[in-house]
């Protein structure tokens, strides 16, 4: 059977003298951090493949968790402008008709049609009426 290659070995021999290797001494955050957690037993046989699939599992939620959060800041901004558009809209549309209640005034009428040589009729409307068989 052929060795272990991944095994890494705690200690080191020296002639007859037996050491084992002093903690890395590091002043980074993440030392501190590797320190207090104590990783380096976890990894002394090799990778642990158990926790494989619950590790996985759990960046699949964080990245599903990171998605969901652009997904829902983006659709906000989509409203938002949305929102921003139909309050623009609904005041030109408000603009819009007031100017044409007002050029549809009967005054504002005769006096656009006045230049053109039209003039306003005096007498009110008459109804046709048609009997049957004239037509």
């Not at 095994?7 to 980074?28: C, F, L």
């Not at 623009?88 to 007031?98: G, S």
């Not at 100017?99 to 003039?119: P, T, Y």
Request: net charge positive; hydrophobic share 35%; charged share 30%.
């Amino acid at each position: 059977m052929g060795e272990n290659k991944f095994r890494i070995e705690p200690k080191t021999q020296r002639g007859n003298e037996t050491r084992v290797k002093p903690p890395a001494s590091g002043s980074s955050i993440f030392s501190g951090i590797e320190r207090k957690l104590k990783l380096e037993t976890y990894f002394e046989e090799g990778f642990p493949v158990q926790y494989l699939p619950k590790i996985l599992f759990a960046m699949f939620l964080s990245l599903l968790y990171i998605s969901n959060t652009h997904y829902a800041e983006k659709t906000t901004r989509q409203i938002n402008k949305t929102r921003t558009e139909v309050e623009d809209l609904r005041a030109d549309y408000t603009t819009l008709k007031a100017d044409v209640m007002f050029a549809s005034k009967q005054s504002e009428v005769a006096r656009r049609v006045k230049e053109i040589g039209l003039k306003e009729s005096l007498k009110p409307p008459f109804k046709v009426i048609v009997e049957e068989g004239e037509y």
